[in-house]
């Protein structure tokens, strides 16, 4: 893979897949801009960066927010002149039973989970049409494709959510050379599980075919991957990245 002279915004890149993604970019040439609502965190993964002398740079954004997601991709432009690369990455999990979600709570999990990638690609669009040449993958999950297990169902509504987004846009945007696509990640080893209970957790590997949780690499490789020019002949694919335990 080769990303030199590209630029990519990876939303939630200040740990986890996020992070994975973002130095996997760098790793390849890539300019990466790590937006994430932990500004701090966001500019550790910059540091770490710069000092491999790869061009990196931090924004903090809360992608619930539509104007905060549009001033993302501009400054993205500003620093490095383009978008090439978006990865819809930043994303919840709760694990609230369905007797007990409120309204509030499903508001807030569809405005981080899922308006965010329409509003994100969305702002990436004139740079991408401009090139005729543009990567957009998201973080969609296994919840979204079985319904879930351990998480709460705004989860699963939204990652299904994100399903449909990434074929909609893959169809609409392929004229343009813009391929859209999305991986869902079964469990997979980092923060976002700590809110789980052991038994849950438990339940969870007893379930995988490959006996554990997936690694933040095993994710960031395919995500990177798609975002590649290896892939250039797949749009609207949802790839499964979960050890064997569902067969999309
Ligand atoms: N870890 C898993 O088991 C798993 C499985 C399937 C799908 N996924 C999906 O992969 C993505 C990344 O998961 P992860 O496990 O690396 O998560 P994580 O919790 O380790 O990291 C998420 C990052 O997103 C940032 N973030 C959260 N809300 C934000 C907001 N409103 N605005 C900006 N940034 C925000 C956080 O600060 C954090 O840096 C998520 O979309 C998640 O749903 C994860």
Redesign the pocket.
């Known amino acids: 893979m080769n990303f030199s002279g590209r630029t990519a915004i990876v939303?939630?890149?200040?740990?986890?897949?996020?992070r994975g993604c973002c130095e996997l970019l760098a790793q390849h040439g890539a300019n990466v801009v790590i937006?994430?609502?932990?500004l701090a965190?966001a500019q550790e993964v910059e540091k770490a960066l710069k000092e491999k002398g790869c061009s990196a740079k931090a924004v903090q954004?809360?992608?619930?927010s539509v104007g905060d997601v549009r001033a993302m991709v501009e400054t993205a432009a500003d620093t490095f002149g383009t978008v090439d690369i978006l990865i819809n990455?930043?994303?919840?999990?709760h694990t609230t039973p369905i007797e007990d979600i409120t309204e509030e709570e499903w508001d807030n999990i569809v405005a981080?989970?899922l308006k965010s990638v329409f509003f994100a690609t969305q702002a990436v669009l004139p740079y991408m049409k401009e090139k005729r040449y543009g990567k957009v993958l998201n973080?969609?999950?296994?919840?979204g494709r079985n319904g879930g297990i351990a998480n709460g169902l705004g989860y699963s509504a939204t990652?299904a959510g994100i399903i449909g987004l990434t074929r909609g846009f893959a169809a609409r945007l392929a004229k343009y050379g813009i391929n859209v696509n999305a991986i869902a990640?079964?469990?997979?080893d980092?923060?976002?599980?700590d809110t789980l209970p052991q038994e849950k957790i438990d339940e969870l590997v007893s379930k995988i075919p490959l006996g554990r949780?997936g690694k933040?690499k095993e994710i960031a490789g395919v995500a990177v991957f798609l975002c590649s020019d290896e892939a250039s002949f797949m749009t609207g694919a949802i790839v499964d990245v979960n050890g064997g335990m569902y067969f999309g």
């Open positions: 939303t939630g890149g200040a740990k986890g897949i996020g937006a994430d609502m932990n965190g954004v809360n992608v619930k990455n930043a994303g919840i999990l981080i989970n973080l969609s999950s296994l919840a990652k990640p079964g469990s997979t980092t923060g976002i599980l949780f933040t």
